[in-house]
């Protein structure tokens, strides 16, 4: 039976994917099943990039909840596109493959999954089933003689109230009409807090306004009567969301007096008066121990652990390691009655040696641990003289290490031992599931943390916006604080190129610190290795700071004062490790992660930290890739240019070069206008066919052989005739060329006398003083493509106040869907320029062609205005 379901369209754009999966998330949160939110944004994420990256189509997802758990359907619109079947013999694919990885995943991870086709579109679902939860009593009390029963009137009233977003009350059912008098039409949009008496819970600092906020609350307080009495209540509040997401808290009151009807029960194991367990049944050895009931948590469960275990044998102090999976090292991950030094996630070795760890796969007592230096180096400075320990396993496997130890030699004897070994026996498993639970939602969580990183990761190309990206990844979710170091070259030295720390306070002084030390080593071996120099150098850095506010010392090297010194040695005084940044079998950085005073990174982090640091490493490589490119491109571009226009005599000249694109791939359009002799200017227009480096070689031979053919005393015809020649040479890398060159010669009365020849190229345009616009030459065959070319010149005369303006394609065909610019359009623009500089028909011209599409264009734009001024007036 299907109890809730949501839907969402997405359209085939990369953003879409990260915007299903927060869909997903949300709905699934909104529903109460977050233990199933990782497995299903991973399976979303894949399913809906295979729609709408590669099948290039909108996605539509549809979640559905039922009673045994959610089923995601993620649809299509490319039905013929063919799906993989198991037991056809065709291959899913591997983790590491592009193709087949969703419906691999489907497999791994879903409880069912299929795939459905309609005329239409193509279904692929997945079911994910809640976890099995015992059924049955899930609390129970013992029976009580009626004159001990809760008094309660003859019909016990339960007010439902219903508070919105804001606080208000948005329903009011007749249980609470009748205990507190008020209709539901009285109080409908009124604020609990006007009828709460009581702002705050007995005994407690929390308000009403606060409790609503909560997810779920329990308490008492009291609601003013319409009477203007105060009815005492316990009330039981959840804090829910309906199916279009908005927010609400559910209240249930009862008169206080009736509270046992609400109150959740305390769960604690029920036992006959002579001591026995309840029904007879025999008592659990572990219950016996840790307590009923036992935490639900892997922390929780292992904190209890040590707690029983130096309650059991009087114990100053207890801990518990846990092994790691190839069992070489073991974890501190629960202390009790140490200093903080010997807090989690420290690790030490279990084989036996000198200062080694030595006895973790056997039971050992140490009566006197200042006779054995180093037999425990954890307790190491501790002031503990005595140790049992013993190992915990299962099916004769290591997976852990329980120990107590007292500050008084010779407390312990193999009696402590046998009792701890029991205990250790009976917890051992429960551990182990735990820890195996603990592992595989890490597991869940990191990939689909990975997914995440890898999306923004591939969504930008700058490289500071990488770099920034990864330090904002790992920081606080990795790590408290992290750097990123940068190699430009094998030659060069690692140089700091980010830093970043939970509390932006502390990124100046982390910085500082950094700064002054040399960076680690840029060692290709994956992995995370320790490095000592940050915590060394903040230390000494303290030391000296606090000498010299004594007055025994220098001054120091870090901040301004003690306060800023001491707070940047704690913030790296903890593990700090390096992660090499090897991508294209080059090391190009180092990823540097650390954490506070005697703070230790797990292991699952640290391989969660290596999986990122492949996947940053590629991203910033490419971006370094891309910029290079860019440079190299635009440096390029501007060669292609003149340097500078040169000033012409007599004669109005405005150039506008607009480059398509990100500025990375080099276009083939290009203008030029130099000296010739004397009096005499050349000046062209051109259009290469394609863009990249083959089109950059034909601009370059064009340019300077329109210069150099120009100034040996060739005319326009012979110029563009050995120009083509010159670019028929180049074989296959030759392109066509679309040109238009001339000649300006300024007269003495004011006028200018052009040279034309239009070669392939969008034909100039005149404007005369009245307004008219022709054509100021005709066209003739474009350049590179026939070997015998027969070319003409065109001569005009421009008067004052005429204007002649040369574009190139990128202008005439700007298209907004099914409409063009064209030659029309153009004209029409510069009808309307009459008496306007050549500068201002230019500005027109370029602000006319980007208004007249809302896209951004597609193709160079080169526009050349010239215009001879009209004489002074007296």
């Not at 769960?267 to 007879?280: F, L």
């Not at 807090?343 to 054995?372: I, K, N, W």
Request: net charge negative; with cysteine; proline share 6%.
């Amino acid at each position: 039976m299907i109890t809730a379901r949501a839907a969402a369209t997405f359209d085939p754009v990369g953003r879409s994917v990260a915007t299903a999966r927060a869909f997903v998330r949300d709905t699934l949160q909104g529903w109460g099943h977050s233990e199933l939110v990782d497995d299903a944004v991973v399976l979303t994420s894949e399913l809906v990039t295979n729609a709408v990256v590669h099948a290039g189509t909108q996605a539509d997802v549809l979640c559905l909840r039922t009673e045994d758990g959610i089923r995601v359907e993620v649809g299509d619109r490319y039905p013929e596109r063919e799906v993989p079947l198991q037991g056809t013999g065709f291959n899913l694919g591997g983790p590491d493959r592009e193709g087949g990885r969703g419906l691999l995943l489907c497999a791994a991870l879903a409880s069912k999954w299929g795939v459905e086709y309609t005329p239409t579109q193509k279904h692929v679902w997945f079911q994910l089933d809640l976890p099995q939860r015992p059924v049955g009593t899930r609390v129970a009390g013992p029976v009580l003689p009626d004159q001990l029963l809760p008094v309660a009137d003859g019909r016990i009233r339960v007010a439902v109230v219903q508070i919105d977003r804001s606080g208000s009350i948005a329903s009011w059912n007749e249980d609470a009409q009748d205990l507190f008098g008020y209709a539901a039409e009285q109080v409908t949009g009124k604020p609990l807090t006007d009828l709460t008496a009581w702002p705050q819970t007995p005994g407690i600092g929390t308000g009403i306004a606060e409790a609503l906020q909560m997810s779920r609350w329990e308490g008492s307080y009291g609601i003013r009567g319409e009477d203007g009495r105060v009815v005492p209540v316990y009330a039981s509040h959840l804090r829910v969301r309906d199916n279009e997401g908005e927010p609400s808290t559910i209240c249930l009151l009862v008169r206080e007096v009736e509270r046992a009807v609400l109150q959740t029960p305390q769960r604690t194991p029920a036992t006959d008066p002579a001591g026995g367990s309840e029904s007879g049944r025999a008592t659990d050895p572990f219950e016996v121990f840790i307590g009923s009931p036992a935490p639900d948590d892997l922390d929780g469960l292992l904190q209890r652990t040590v707690e029983r275990a130096r309650d059991m044998l009087d114990a100053d102090s207890a801990f518990l390691l846990l092994a790691t999976d190839d069992e070489t090292e073991l974890e501190v991950r629960a202390t009790t009655g140490l200093p903080s030094a010997r807090q989690r996630f420290a690790r030490v070795p279990v084989e036996a040696g000198t200062g080694r760890y030595g006895s973790a796969r056997m039971p050992a007592v140490h009566e006197d641990l200042v006779a054995v230096p180093g037999a425990v180096p954890l307790l190491g400075g501790t002031g503990m003289r005595s140790v049992v320990t013993v190992p915990l396993k299962v099916e004769g496997r290591l997976t852990g290490s329980l120990g107590v130890a007292a500050e008084a030699p010779g407390r312990y004897t193999n009696e402590e031992a046998l009792r701890l070994q029991f205990a250790a026996d009976r917890i051992a498993l429960a551990v182990e599931s735990a820890r195996l639970g603990e592992l595989e939602r890490l597991r869940r969580g990191s990939l689909s943390f990975l997914v995440e990183a890898s999306d923004l990761l591939a969504g930008t190309l700058d490289r500071d916006q990488t770099l920034a990206l990864m330090a904002q990844m790992t920081v606080p979710t990795l790590a408290t604080w992290c750097a990123v170091y940068t190699i430009a070259d094998q030659a060069s030295d690692p140089y700091l190129s980010y830093v970043l720390h939970e509390d932006e306070e502390r990124i100046d002084g982390l910085k500082a610190l950094l700064s002054r030390i040399s960076p680690p080593d840029p060692v290709p071996t994956p992995g995370a290795r320790i490095w000592t120099a940050p915590g060394e150098a903040a230390h000494q850095a303290a030391l000296r700071t606090s000498m010299r506010s004594l007055g025994l010392g220098s001054t120091p090297h870090l901040g301004s004062g003690i306060g800023t010194t001491l707070a940047t040695a704690a913030a790296v005084g903890g593990e700090t490790v390096v992660l090499p940044l090897v991508a294209r079998n080059r090391v190009i950085g180092m990823l540097t992660l650390g954490k506070p005073t005697d703070d230790h990174f797990r292991q699952e982090i640290l391989e969660l930290a290596e999986d990122l640091s492949r996947r940053a490493a590629l991203a910033l490589d490419n971006a370094r890739l891309y910029s290079e490119r860019m440079a190299i491109s635009q440096s390029l571009q501007r060669s292609l240019l003149p340097p500078e226009r040169p000033n012409v005599p007599g004669m109005e000249v405005e150039v506008i070069y607009r480059a398509a694109g990100e500025g990375n791939e080099v276009g083939g359009d290009f203008y030029d206008i130099f000296p010739i002799r004397d009096g005499v200017y050349g000046f062209a227009i051109g259009d290469v066919c394609g863009t990249g480096p083959q089109a950059a070689a034909v601009t370059g031979l064009a340019r300077h052989a329109l210069r150099l053919l120009a100034r040996e005393g060739f005319g326009g015809p012979a110029v563009l005739e050995r120009l083509n020649a010159a670019i028929l040479d180049e074989g296959e890398r030759s392109r066509f060329l679309t040109l238009l060159y001339g000649e300006l010669w300024p007269q003495e009365d004011g006028s200018s006398i052009l040279k034309l020849v239009c070669a392939g190229h969008p034909l100039p345009l005149r404007l005369r003083q009245d307004g008219t616009v022709t054509p100021a030459a005709e066209p003739q065959p474009l350049l590179g493509v026939m070997e015998d070319l027969e070319l003409y010149e065109e001569t005009i005369t421009l008067d004052p106040g005429d204007v002649l303006l040369c574009v190139t394609d990128g202008i005439t065909e700007r298209r907004e869907g099914t409409r063009m610019l064209g030659d029309d359009g153009l004209a029409e623009v510069l009808a309307g320029c009459t008496g306007l500089t050549a500068g201002a028909i230019a500005a027109r011209v370029l602000r006319t062609v980007e208004r007249f599409a809302a896209e951004p264009a597609s193709d160079d734009m080169a526009i050349l205005a010239m215009r001879v001024p009209e004489p002074l007036k007296n």
